[in-house]
Structures are given as structure tokens and as C-alpha cells.
């Protein structure tokens, strides 16, 4: 361990909306670590979930957080065992850390480990401690270069590029097929853009507005979740699909995605919404619809990076926003407002 001198900045989460700049303890890497000098984090739904309400789903806020696990910058120190960075390196992070031992780990499903740790999260104890800040630690096997022709702030949404990735490779869409994206955000228009990679020759994206579903006097979910998909079948260019994938999370969308497939079609949990919902199971079963459960992503980063580095995808148009760290309560603020243009918001250091 290095000296405990607050040296750095960092944004720590007390609680819900209690979001302060601190003097962080700036640790020397451990033998398998490498500390980067943290120049762009992306922020995202489970960052808002946790200053909204100071918890994401069961995971509460107990002690201190820094938030972020989208992030890229530079080396700045190296464990005495890493051989493959050296300061000054360009990087990025994955934020997991499984524990590489296990059943699922060595089947390489390694998202699903029971021992993962998660950058900038309270689903274990002690909390792991995120990139909100301007140094951090990270174990080497999960850092990446970044390309010369990609900047800190692309190379911070990579992590949903990653999800957006493993999604369509849960899905096996193939050359030719049809796809329909519910869900206009950040995670649904990559998945557009790699499914398109992929090979679907139509690709179909419907914002869903959380706010806008409403219920018919009357009307069941079941109901109400048919006539939302026929409409959106019915407009110019739309039809029943290969594959759906279902970003939103919200309520009665899973039936909609139902709705919205071929028979034989598929359809993928990216977005997580309430964690029980009434399906449609009767639909799906006569269709022969298979839903596919989503966590994260295991061995997608390197294919999220080239797809960067040769230009096959083109993150600069959804940074909407960039803010200071210094102003991190603020950028979080602003998000959960929700503007209209809102796509991404990256918080940068200098
Ligand atoms: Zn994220
Ligand atoms: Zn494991």
C-alpha cells in the first residue's frame, strides 16, 4: 500500500442525491494492477439509479461510493508484475473483475461468476470503488489500449458498445434478418449499429416513453401491450421481426417485444426491467419465440475496440454532453432531468 495522503479528486455518493467532490487516498497499483490516470467517464442508467434513489435495486448505498464504470485515460503507475502497459499507454477499462476460477469463469461465461467484482458499485462488500475520480486502480488483464483514432471520451462508451455487442451475439442474428429495437437510448442504438454489423437487413428502432404508456380505460396489459405493438407494426417500413431486442426495461415492453416477433423469433432481455413481470408466456410458447436473457458481457471489449479503431461504428454523435468532474453532482442532476437531446453524458478530467 502507498502513503494515505488525499492526493486526488473524486465524486463520492453518501447517499440518494448526496453527491460531493472529496480528497481521495491516491493507493500505489497492487503486483497485478495498473493505476490509470482517469480522463473520461461515461455516465449511465445504473450511475442515475444509484444517486436517484441511493440504491440500485437491492444493492443500497451503506458507505461511501464513487460512481462510473465507463472510463478510459492514461497509465500512470504500473504493478511490479505487469508487463504489458507502461505509463503514458492509452487505455480502457472493463469494469468486471470475476474470479477467473470457477465453473462459469473457465466455461467463459465469466459475467455470470458469482465472485464478480464490479467497478463503482454496492452489490458487494466492501463496495468496489468506481472511476469518478482522477486516479484509479484496475487489474491489468482487464485493461485494453486505445486506439490512436479514438478519443478518452469515445473509448468511455465502449462498456455499452460491449453490451450492445454480447446482446447481438446472445441474439445469432443473421445476414439478412429483421430487427426492431424497442428503445431509442444509448444501448438500444448500438445494438442497431452492431446488428446492422452483423448482417440485419432491416433494422427499426421505436422510442419508448416510459411516460407515454398509458392504459386504456379498462384495457388489461395484455391488451394494452397488442395494440401498442400494433401500432408500431403498423407504421411504413415495420413488421413482424427475426429478432427483438427490448432495451427499455419498462413495464409491459417484454409483451410488446412478444407481440412484435416471428414466429421462430427472438426476443432480447437487454433492457432490466421489473424483475417480475405478467408475460405473455401462452404467445410466446404457440410462436415458438425464445427469450434470451442478457447480463452485461464476457470477451466482447476487443471486438467493441476494433469496431472502433477500424470505423465500422461511430460513437461521436451520441456524446451529447460533457461536464467537468468538478461539476459531477451537476451532470448527474441534468441527466435524471431527462432532456430530449439527451443521448450520453461523459464526465471528463482534466
Ligand atoms: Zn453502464
Ligand atoms: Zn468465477
Known sequence: MGSLVKTHKGAVLYGAQ??????CITTTPEDHQVQIRVRATGICGTDMHYFQN???GIYVVKE?????????????????????FKIGDRVLMEPQ??????????????????RMKFSGSASCYPVVQGSLQQFYNHAASFVYRLPDNVSFVEGALVEPLAVALHAVRRSGVETGQSVLILGAGAVGLLCAGAAKIAGASSVNIVDID?????????????????RIADETL???????????????????CMNIAIQC????????MVGLGTPVQSLNIGLAGVH?????????????????????RTGQIDLKPMITHTFDLEKAADSLKFTLSRPDNLVKCVITCK
Request: aromatic residues 8%.
Open 261 to 268: 416477433a416471428t414466429k421462430g423469433g427472438k426476443v432480447v
Open 288 to 308: 415458438e419465440v425464445d427469450l434470451l436473457g442478457i447480463w452485461r458481457y464476457a470477451n466482447t471489449f476487443p471486438t467493441a475496440i476494433e469496431l472502433l
Open 210 to 226: 416510459e411516460g407515454k404508456l398509458n392504459f386504456a380505460l379498462g384495457e388489461s396489459r395484455t391488451d394494452f401491450a397488442a
Open 64 to 84: 461511501p461510493l464513487i460512481l462510473g464504470h465507463e472510463a478510459a485515460g492514461e497509465i500512470s503507475a504500473v504493478g511490479k508484475n505487469v508487463t504489458e
Open 18 to 23: 448526496d453527491l460531493r467532490i472529496e480528497d
Open 97 to 114: 473483475r470475476p474470479c477467473e476460477k470457477c465453473v462459469v469463469c473457465r466455461r467463459g461465461r465469466y459475467n455470470l461468476c458469482d
Open 234 to 252: 403498423a407504421q411504413p417500413g415495420f413488421g413482424l421481426v427475426d429478432v427483438v431486442f427490448e432495451c427499455t426495461g419498462a413495464d409491459t
Open 54 to 56: 441511493g440504491r440500485n
